[in-house]
T-cell receptor, first 116, second 114 residues
Framework: AQKVTQAQTEISVVEKEDVTLDCVYE???????LFWYKQPPSGELVFLIR??????QNEISGRYSWNFQKSTSSFNFTITASQVVDSAVYFC?????????????FGKGTKLTVNP | EAGVVQSPRYKIIEKKQPVAFWCNPI?????LYWYRQNLGQGPELLIR????????DSQLPKDRFSAERLKGVDSTLKIQPAELGDSAVYLC????????????FGPGTRLTVL
């Protein structure tokens, strides 16, 4: 069975602080895909990144960076110099590539509040 | 490019009433998904369509929920009769075919059953 754990339910930081959102996953698939989505108060899930299981290269996009470590089954997300507009619920998700595991499984989300 | 469109955005009904949600996916996206998101939880898949075929409906409570995507484009999700526990946000998403492709989500319909 596939599972995604986001142990941090809520995080509160002050603007300009760096913050890391943790994501740990479980899967028996050898090929799988990991995703991060942002859900602002408006409710719409916004796609942030996809990472393939065979590509462990870390990625940086502006203030966002992602650290994928297969050895620890983790796919952590860091926001550098956080801003108030980063306040949202962030979801990590996993999708397998083998029969029966293609559905996207989400964690419970981490609510990030960035205070001015 | 227009995003995933859903309507209505909000719906309040009394228990035992029927309710329907509509979704129009992004043009060219063959795969369409319906999710349910309970308060404080991540979305959970209800049903996935590849064109007009429901390829995964294992999580759909078939005694009261039904869905259709007759022409392989827009889709309707129905609940009849609604129960108090059905209160949630119902999200529609679409993607190009293939497990590696990211899903794009609509704004959702927030259902409240009284």
């Amino acid at each position: 069975a596939q599972k995604v754990t986001q142990a941090q339910t809520e995080i509160s930081v002050v603007e300009k602080e760096d913050v890391t959102l943790d994501c740990v996953y479980e899967t028996r698939d050898t090929t799988y895909y990991l995703f991060w989505y942002k859900q602002p108060p408006s409710g719409e899930l916004v796609f942030l990144i996809r990472r393939n299981s065979f590509d462990e290269q870390n990625e940086i996009s502006g203030r966002y960076s992602w650290n994928f470590q297969k050895s620890t089954s983790s796919f952590n997300f860091t926001i550098t110099a956080s801003q108030v507009v980063d306040s949202a619920v962030y979801f990590c998700a996993l999708r397998g590539a083998q029969g029966g595991s293609e559905k996207l499984v989400f964690g419970k989300g981490t609510k990030l509040t960035v205070n001015p | 490019e227009a995003g995933v469109v859903q309507s209505p955005r909000y719906k309040i009904i009394e228990k035992k009433q029927p309710v329907a949600f509509w979704c129009n996916p992004i043009s060219g996206h063959n795969t369409l998904y319906w999710y349910r998101q309970n308060l404080g939880q991540g979305p959970e898949l209800l049903i996935r369509y590849e064109n007009e075929e429901a390829v995964d409906d294992s999580q759909l409570p078939k005694d009261r929920f039904s869905a259709e995507r007759l022409k392989g484009v827009d889709s309707t999700l129905k609940i009849q009769p609604a129960e108090l526990g059905d209160s949630a946000v119902y999200l529609c998403a679409s993607s190009r075919t293939g497990e590696r492709n990211e899903q794009f989500f609509g704004p959702g319909t927030r259902l409240t059953v009284l």
